[in-house]
């Protein structure tokens, strides 16, 4: 069973950036796709990144494109989400998502293992 904890959520001023962290815990760790969704306040759940298991695919929100960077170091357990020139609409909370799979899911469903989520708040 894989175990994820998200931290590094915070407040930030419009235009400034945060690095999400996802730790994973789990005998199989290195062979699940990790994803990063997000949920505002009356909103879906929506995806934002996600890397494969190998982390040679990657893929982006059209609304992260250019600004979001996602990445996974195999030997520390941990997925990055490196968050730039932030806006008040990346308000929401982020969560970590895991599947045993090989490719990249985008969808919720696509899903079995989740963290507890991290707030993210870009306000001025």
């Known amino acids: 069973q894989l175990q994820l904890v998200e931290s590094g959520g915070g407040l930030v001023q419009p235009g400034g950036s945060l690095r999400l962290s996802c730790a994973a815990s789990g005998f199989t760790w290195p062979s699940y796709t990790i994803g990063w969704f997000r949920q505002a306040p009356e909103k879906e759940r929506e995806v934002v990144s996600c890397i494969s298991s190998s982390g040679g695919s990657t893929k982006y929100a059209d609304s992260v494109k250019g600004r979001f960077t996602i990445s996974r170091d195999n030997a520390k357990n941990t997925i990055y989400l490196q968050m730039n020139s932030l806006k008040p609409e990346d308000t929401a909370v982020y969560y970590c998502?895991?599947?045993?799979?090989?490719?990249?899911?985008?969808?919720?469903?696509?899903?079995?293992?989740w963290g507890q989520g991290t707030q993210v708040t870009v306000s001025s």
């Open positions: 998502a895991g599947a045993r799979r090989i490719d990249c899911g985008v969808h919720p469903g696509d899903y079995n293992y």
